[in-house]
């Protein structure tokens, strides 16, 4: 939970801003795209409406129906029975075959509008009325604007099963698509003749379409339908004309079918551009009645959905791409063409069903949904990349970096290139000259991943390790190298090394040290950086060294405490010996200075919690006896009860708080006193040490600490000027600070500050 909160109190990222920037301007975006396409898809006019649904209803065509027959007045007919328009008597010969035959319906779509004998007339309409399932086209009259004109004009049509419209619709593109089952005067409206035809067949049912449509001259118009098809290769069952009329089709033929008379020679009646000929020739009228018949008889009849259902439908999908473009930004361009073929697949099926949906309006909305965002999206990783590359760029060069001609500050995305190629050869440079710099160093180095996994080794560390210790693994290597803690033991993670020093299976002294390579922003570790020194010549001298100081503390002082022993026996014998003894001390002196200041300056310091007030104690009491002896009255504010703690190496801080109170009771006058006194504030600890001396001149105060260093302030006292050397390298080793402060005649003060230690 506290890990949670802290997360929360984070501020967000730059990238982190940029996004939901983006988010909140998508959402806006859609707001705007979603209405769009809603307006679109009720719109009639779209223009890609219509060559989709062209294609589409090549993929949907109906089978054809077997009930249906097409008597056609053909080239062949017209040969044999001269040039139209023939008599009229002669279509009454033949509806009288047809008659005999037995059809459950005559579609007659041949207009009688040219004047004739009433004798052909009446045998005409003697013939209508003894089929009794015959049906007459009726067009609407431009002149007065009543389909019923023609009733009046030719009394034949009274004699007729029904009078029905052959109106058709094109649509803006030239291209016939659509009609209307019932239109006319509003009190006087008339069905289609194909739904006429369809009567006679079946049942009658619910009439198919749209909603009733008024045009300015009060012609209406309801139950608009598409016109259905078949295959573009395939016909609807035909004979001749000319070959009813002559008794050459088998009476069985026409028995039963739903008869559709009418003209497909290319020299008369009306034609039209259909979907499946709109780029090759032109589709006849009777053979557009055979197609809505096709469709009316097998329940397939199309219809437009309602405004309200198309709308939703594309918008439903537009919105389900927006979102998935924010939830898999990657799959973009796969997510939108998926959407698309959905929308597709979905008008498709829909027309299957007998409901044509057009899909353009979400089409052209799922690609503006793809560009805008593949433009916004683009415009804010050129953002991220100019904020990204401008924070680079104030970075400090490790090199002088190499300029090229500068970039058109026109194009955003060229100098965005421009700039990222700079950006890139600048980190290869640096990343040579690490690498060079790694190679060059003068310790074992190694860079290896957050697992242990060595990436980068130099060649010192090839040296030591013995091989290429490229792709190889940290801890293994250490092992073999004789590491203590991983050799036979369990091996802890890189972060839980011991950083020791250890002596490997060549006997060399090695110093370990590792430190986390981190990023620059965040505290997981990216991979370790390790490096081994090797102290093997460092190690020989300090015990070369330490075999001096046992020379010196042992075999050098032995003979002259023997000579001191002599002496005390001797030394009334003659003033000569009091001489000797006097010298003989004097290089006791000497070698007991050399050796403290050793120790001072060596690495053997064993640290641990300590007193201060203890450690003034022991000082105390050791430079006591030289205090009284001269008349110098010591004074200090401590007490064995000061909680006051410092992490020391007893001994040597002992040594040189003595050496300071030596120094201050040697060249103070009788009957003064030297102070000591403390005060602990902001994680120091801090000691004050002042005498009553003659004081130290200032220009000697930058050298007091030096060594053999001796001033006329010091003219009288016996020392070789290595006592305060040696109490300023421990304090130092202490991560102390020691300085001094003198007025000459008036006494020197001496401030020591050491770290306290923490709880």
């Known amino acids: 939970m506290m890990l949670w909160g802290k997360a929360e109190k984070r501020q967000p990222t730059h990238a982190q801003r940029l996004f939901r920037g983006l988010v909140r301007e998508w959402l806006w975006i859609g707001l705007l795209l979603l209405p769009i396409t809603a307006y679109l898809s009720v719109s009639p006019g779209l223009a890609l409406s219509n060559p989709l649904y062209d294609s589409l209803l090549r993929l949907t065509s109906l089978p054809v129906d077997p009930r249906i027959?097409?008597?056609?007045?053909?080239?062949p007919s017209l040969k044999k029975l001269g040039q139209w328009p023939w008599p009229r008597t002669l279509h009454a010969d033949l509806i009288d075959r047809l008659?005999?035959?037995?059809?459950?319906?005559?579609?007659?779509?041949?207009?009688?509008?040219?004047?004739?004998?009433?004798?052909?007339?009446?045998r005409l309409a003697d013939a209508l009325c003894n089929a009794g399932n015959v049906v007459l086209p009726l067009v609407q009259?431009?002149?007065?604007?009543?389909?019923?004109?023609?009733?009046?004009?030719?009394?034949?049509?009274?004699?007729?099963?029904?009078?029905?419209?052959?109106n058709v619709e094109a649509d803006s593109d030239g291209v016939v698509r659509s009609l209307y089952l019932r239109e006319g005067p509003a009190d006087a409206m008339v069905p289609q003749l194909a739904w006429l035809a369809y009567q006679m067949a079946v049942e009658p049912r619910q009439m198919p379409g749209g909603p009733l449509v008024s045009t300015p001259q009060r012609w209406h118009r309801d139950h608009a339908i598409r016109i259905p098809s078949i295959p573009v290769h395939s016909h609807f069952p035909s004979v001749s004309y000319v070959s009813v009329l002559h008794g050459e089709v088998p009476p069985a033929q026409l028995r039963d079918r739903l008869i559709l008379v009418g003209a497909n020679a290319s020299a008369m009646g009306d034609r039209f551009v259909t979907p499946l000929f709109s780029t090759a020739g032109t589709t006849a009228g009777l053979d557009i009645q055979a197609n809505v018949l096709n469709g009316l008889l097998q329940g397939r009849s199309i219809e437009d959905v309602p405004g309200w259902l198309a709308a939703l439908i594309a918008t439903s999908l537009v919105a389900l791409l927006l979102a998935l473009l924010l939830y898999r930004p990657r799959y973009a361009l796969w997510m939108t063409l998926g959407c698309m073929f959905i929308a597709l697949v979905g008008a498709w099926t829909l027309l299957r069903m007998g409901h044509w949906w057009s899909p353009a309006a979400c089409l052209i909305g799922l690609l503006l949904s793809y560009l805008i965002w593949n433009w916004r999206r683009l415009s804010v990783i050129l953002a991220y990349f100019?904020?990204?590359?401008?924070r680079l760029d104030d970075e400090p060069k490790v090199l002088p970096e190499r300029r090229r001609a500068p970039a058109s500050r026109g194009d955003v995305l060229q100098s965005r290139i421009f700039a990222l190629e700079q950006a890139v050869s600048r980190t290869?440079?640096?990343?040579?000259?690490?690498a060079d710099g790694l190679e060059c160093l003068p310790v074992a180095t190694l860079i290896t991943d957050p697992q242990g996994n060595i990436l980068l080794a130099n060649r010192i560390a090839r040296n030591v390790f013995g091989n290429d210790l490229v792709a190889e693994n940290l801890l293994e290597q250490l092992a073999d190298l004789g590491y203590p803690p991983l050799h036979g033991g369990v091996r802890p993670a890189l972060a839980q090394l011991e950083l020791v020093e250890f002596r490997d299976i060549h006997q060399r002294s090695l110093r370990m040290e590792l430190a986390p390579l981190l990023p620059a922003e965040g505290d997981f570790a990216l991979g370790w950086l390790l490096s081994l020194t090797d102290l093997s010549k460092e190690r020989d001298a300090q015990q070369h060294r330490e075999t001096m100081l046992r020379f010196l503390s042992h075999d050098l002082r032995a003979p002259h405490s023997a000579i001191l022993a002599l002496l005390d026996v001797h030394s009334s014998e003659s003033p000569i010996f009091a001489q000797i003894e006097q010298q003989v001390r004097r290089a006791l002196s000497l070698t007991e200075?050399?050796?403290?200041?050793?120790?001072?300056?060596?690495?053997g310091y064993h640290f641990q919690p300590t007193l201060f007030a203890m450690l003034v104690m022991d000082a105390f009491d050791q430079v006591a006896v030289i205090a009284q002896l001269k008349g110098i009255h010591l004074v200090h504010d401590l007490d064995e009860a000061d909680e006051g703690m410092v992490l020391a190496d007893q001994s040597l801080l002992t040594r040189a708080l003595f050496n300071v109170l030596e120094n201050a009771v040697k060249y103070s006058p009788s009957g003064t006193?030297?102070?000591?006194?403390?005060?602990?504030?902001?994680?120091?600890?801090g000691c004050r040490i002042s005498d009553q001396g003659p004081g130290i001149a200032p220009d000697d105060l930058p050298e007091l600490f030096s060594q053999y260093r001796r001033f006329d302030s010091a003219q009288g006292s016996e020392g070789l000027g290595l006592g305060l050397t040696m109490v300023k390298a421990v304090v130092e080793r202490h991560r102390g600070v020691i300085s001094c402060e003198s007025t000459l005649g008036k006494g020197t003060v001496f401030n020591l500050r050491l770290p306290l230690l923490e709880e």
């Not at 008659?99 to 009446?122: M, W």
């Not at 006193?673 to 600890?685: E, I, K, M, N, Q």
Request: proline share 4%; net charge negative.
């Open 69 to 75: 027959l097409l008597v056609t007045i053909d080239e």
């Open 99 to 122: 008659s005999a035959a037995q059809p459950a319906g005559i579609l007659f779509d041949v207009i009688f509008s040219e004047p004739e004998e009433p004798a052909g007339d009446k």
């Open 141 to 166: 009259d431009d002149s007065t604007g009543d389909g019923q004109a023609e009733a009046h004009r030719l009394p034949l049509l009274k004699c007729a099963r029904g009078l029905g419209h052959i």
């Open 386 to 390: 100019g904020w990204e590359l401008a």
């Open 428 to 434: 290869r440079d640096t990343r040579r000259f690490m």
């Open 593 to 603: 200075s050399f050796v403290q200041l050793a120790k001072a300056e060596a690495d």
């Open 673 to 685: 006193t030297v102070r000591l006194s403390h005060a602990a504030a902001d994680g120091w600890l």
